[in-house]
C-alpha cells in the first residue's frame, strides 16, 4: 500500500529566508502533485510532475521529483507571508491507469513570520 | 469557466441520520473523485466515479456511497451517520484517466458537523 510522508509537518520561518519541504513515497509512483490548502479553503493545484527529473518553478515555489529516490522537494525561495498555508504532495501507485488514485502526505503547515 | 461546486457548504446532522452531498465538475470533466478531510487526518481517498461507474474505493464502510449522474455531477450518501464522520468533504474533478495528467481540480468542500 502507498504510504506518503511529509518532512517537516510544522514550519515555522522568517520572511526572506529559503526552506525545503521533503515529500517520500513509498511505493513506485510515476508522478506527483503539489497543493495548496489556506485555512478554511480548498486545495489548489500548484504542480504537477510528471517524470523523473522534472522541476517546475512558480513564483518563489520551486519543485522537483527524483523517482529513482522516490522523493519529492518543494523548495521556498525568500519567503514572504503570503506563502503561509498548508502544502500537501500526492503520489500514486505505480503507472498512470484507469485505477490509479491519488494519495496525500499529511501536509506540511507553514508559516512565514515578518 | 466555473470550477467544481459543491452543496450544501455546510451540513448539521444527529447520530443515526442520513446525509447527502452533491458535486458538479468542471464542464468537461468525466471523472469525479471525494475525498473525506477530518481535524488532524489528512485527504482520505472515499470514491472515485468516471463515466457514470464507480472505478476505485477506498477503505470506508459500506454506509459511505454515492453515484455519478448522466451529466457527471456526484452524490455522495453517509448513511447512519457517526460522530467521526464530522469531517470536510472534498470533491474534485478531472478529465477522463486517458486524457489527462490526474491532476484534480477541487471544490471548497462540504463541512459536515454530526451531533
Known amino acids: ?114 | 469557466e466555473a470550477g467544481v461546486t459543491q452543496s450544501p457548504t455546510h451540513l448539521i446532522k444527529t447520530r443515526g441520520q442520513q446525509a447527502t452531498l452533491r458535486c458538479s465538475p468542471i464542464s468537461g470533466h468525466t471523472s469525479v473523485y471525494w475525498y473525506q478531510q477530518a481535524l488532524g487526518l489528512g485527504l482520505q481517498f472515499l470514491l472515485w466515479y468516471d463515466e457514470g461507474e464507480e472505478r476505485n474505493r477506498g477503505n470506508f464502510p459500506p454506509r459511505f456511497s454515492g453515484r455519478q449522474f448522466p451529466n457527471y455531477s456526484s452524490e455522495l450518501n453517509v448513511n447512519a451517520l457517526e460522530l467521526e464522520d464530522s469531517a470536510l468533504y472534498l470533491c474534485a474533478s478531472t478529465k477522463g484517466w486517458q486524457a489527462n495528467t490526474g491532476e484534480l481540480f477541487f471544490g471548497e468542500g462540504s463541512r459536515l458537523t454530526v451531533l
Open chain 1, 1 to 114: 500500500e502507498l504510504k506518503v510522508e511529509q518532512n517537516p509537518l510544522f514550519l515555522s520561518m522568517q520572511e526572506g529566508k529559503n526552506y525545503t519541504i521533503y515529500c517520500n513515497y513509498s511505493t513506485t509512483s510515476d508522478r506527483l502533485y503539489w497543493y495548496r490548502q489556506d485555512p478554511g479553503k480548498s486545495l489548489e493545484s500548484l504542480f504537477v510532475l510528471l517524470s523523473n527529473g522534472a522541476v517546475k518553478q512558480e513564483g518563489r515555489l520551486m519543485a522537483s521529483l527524483d523517482t529513482k529516490a522516490r522523493l519529492s522537494t518543494l523548495h521556498i525561495t525568500a519567503a514572504v507571508h503570503d506563502l503561509s498555508a498548508t502544502y500537501f504532495c500526492a503520489a500514486i501507485s505505480g503507472v498512470w491507469t484507469s485505477g490509479s488514485r491519488l494519495t496525500f502526505g499529511e501536509g506540511t503547515q507553514l508559516t512565514v513570520n515578518p
